[in-house]
């Protein structure tokens, strides 16, 4: 059973810098897709990054640039390094993740809510200007 669980979200004035962290446990073998996925109340979840197996990463273009994904394969972790961050950044934060192969997912696909069966509980990111 896939398991997945966030931290390391919080307060942060405009401009600063928070890490999420995604452990998770489960897999059968190295082929799963990760991702960051985003949601403010009344909006639809949208995805902010991916990072498959083989190391392929998927941005939302409002965050490139400014967010990076990582994966830590010794610690079953993901990482989200958000930076210079934005009022609009402000969010309930998902993990999520899928099994899939490498360079499986286009980068659209790679960001889509509807790809992943997998889910943490989410961690808020607040951002105040």
């Known amino acids: 059973q896939v398991r997945l669980a966030e931290s390391g979200g919080g307060s942060v004035q405009t401009g600063g810098s928070l890490t999420l962290s995604c452990a998770f446990s489960?897999?059968?073998?190295?082929?799963?897709?990760m991702a960051w996925l985003r949601q403010t109340p009344g909006k639809q979840r949208e995805g902010v990054a991916s990072?498959?197996?083989?190391?392929?990463?998927s941005y939302l273009d409002s965050v490139k640039g400014r967010f990076t994904i990582s994966q830590d394969n010794a610690k079953n972790t993901v990482y989200l390094q958000m930076n210079s961050l934005k009022p609009e950044d402000t969010a309930m934060y998902y993990c999520?993740?899928?099994?899939?192969?490498?360079?499986?997912?286009?980068?659209?696909?790679?960001?889509?809510?509807?790809?992943?069966?997998?889910w943490g509980q989410g961690t808020q990111v607040t951002v105040s200007s």
């Open positions: 999520a993740a899928d099994t899939a192969p490498p360079n499986y997912y286009s980068d659209y696909d790679a960001l889509h809510p509807n790809e992943y069966n997998y």
């Open positions: 990072v498959d197996s083989d190391g392929k990463t």
């Open positions: 489960g897999f059968r073998d190295n082929n799963y897709c």
